[in-house]
DNA sequence: AGTTTATAGAACCAAACGGTTATACATTAG
DNA sequence: CTAATGTATAACCGTTTGGTTCTATAAACT
């Protein structure tokens, strides 16, 4: 599974957002998403991981999930193609959504 | 389909791809992947216009298909909030990539 | 008016996805 | 040593995805 398409599933950029913030065990990850199951949780995580998107690294037998900014940064580097004629106004847009995005709960 | 969804499938990035270099029209497209029949790419191209990646406008029989950038600059807009901790070399690989991809064929 | 051209939609199908429960496997605790 | 903890893997299942062929619709020739 490529970038693109882990990034498709909102739970695994959900968890993405957790992952910015510090990193975490996979078992805290699935405390975080009390709607599905811990097998599911271990799934997206190893999706993320085959993505470049996390890195993982073991502490007795926990599992440390670490942000990967290489994966969203190829991703980043993808987008910049379509800068070329990007339109001034899509500029503040971006600063908006960027700044709302600033604005969110654990 | 959100955006990210409609981004996950190469094809309908490759027909991006070829969306910011001219606009097209439906049957310009078919003709640029001769691996899959016009009903599949008119399937491709209804989810981008969904995700509001490309608009449509209508000419004779023809629908002609142009970029939408709003849709990859709220993507850029989601990018943004995890550079927040983006190492120095990501921007350099950034760059590389971004030149990369600038080397391109039709 | 009738035919051709350009494209979308309907109906269907196999493969992939995201979920589940049950199980395996280390590592730590008792 | 044995039990408990933390997490991944296996096996399975319904839904979604991306493909197909067939058909419908609308504009443009002749």
């Known amino acids: 599974m490529d970038t693109f398409s882990a990034l498709a599933d909102p739970r695994r950029r959900a968890m993405l957002d957790l992952l910015v913030k510090r990193e975490?065990?996979?078992g805290e990850l699935v405390s975080a998403f009390p709607g599905i199951s811990q097998p599911a949780v271990s799934k997206h995580l190893r999706i993320l991981k085959d993505a470049g998107l996390v890195d993982?690294?073991?502490?007795?037998?926990?599992?440390i999930y670490t942000l990967?900014?290489?994966?969203?940064?190829e991703l980043d580097a993808?987008?910049?193609?379509y800068k070329v004629f990007w339109p001034d106004r899509l500029?503040?847009?971006e600063r908006h959504l960027d700044k709302n995005k600033g604005a969110k709960k654990e």
Chains 1, 2 share one sequence.
């Open 68 to 73: 990967q900014p290489k994966g969203l940064a």
């Open 91 to 93: 500029d503040s847009l």
């Open 56 to 63: 993982m690294r073991v502490h007795a037998q926990q599992r």
């Open 24 to 26: 975490r065990s996979a």
């Open 78 to 81: 993808w987008i910049a193609k």
